[in-house]
């Protein structure tokens, strides 16, 4: 899991950690010992915070339907390597559980970290923008699959190749990541991403049909995932 700090906001939040595949995973959960008022005053503002979490609307990016039973709301940077990692088991997830799991893809770029990944998420919505909602994800998708993460992406080179897969024009693409179009969207995704308790990528909320919100923060393997989403499909 990849970290920022925003001098701006105060986010110290006490989680349980343990380390999977180089990123930092952790669900809230209840503070073990003490049982003192501080602790739950900080656990009331972690769910405090979660309730944070904007619906969806017509701006979002939605794989599946919104009233599945159980719907993850992801918030990724583009250049992040355990956002690659991520993005394969969250593919897996969406075809293991079919109508019953929604993807919504949001980000959450870390400028002091990746100084390309602003200008990166731009670039998918204008691929959107010019495709639909398909090039939108076929953006996604094949970006994570050929780049090598942390500003080393040659990003002419790269989108070059995706518009060319698309069929989409990668001037009319250039022109439009250079117009900054859609740099409010990227914002809000990244101020909710903030709002709701995240710290660092991948982060993302799994949501069930009745409203239980669970927040994970790193790239979880597949196994880990898949028992997340059951839990909140037993419901």
Known sequence: ?????????????????????GAIIYVWGPASGGGTDSVSSDEARREAMLEELLPIDELDHVRGSADASV?????????CPFC???HQPLLMAKEQYGDDFTWVYRHFPLATLHSKARDEANASECAGKLGGEGAFWGFI??????????DQTDTESVYRHITGELGLSYDELAHCIEDKEFDEKVERDLNNAIETGGEGTPWGILVSKDGQKIPVGGALPYESLARLIESLLKR
């Open 84 to 86: 690659a990692s991520f």
């Open 71 to 79: 719907v993850f709301y992801e918030y990724s940077d583009l250049e």
């Open 141 to 150: 998708d094949r970006f994570f699959e050929l780049t090598p993460s942390n």
């Open 1 to 21: 899991m990849e970290t920022q700090r925003n001098s701006g906001t105060s986010m110290a939040i006490v989680v349980g950690a343990l380390i999977i595949a």
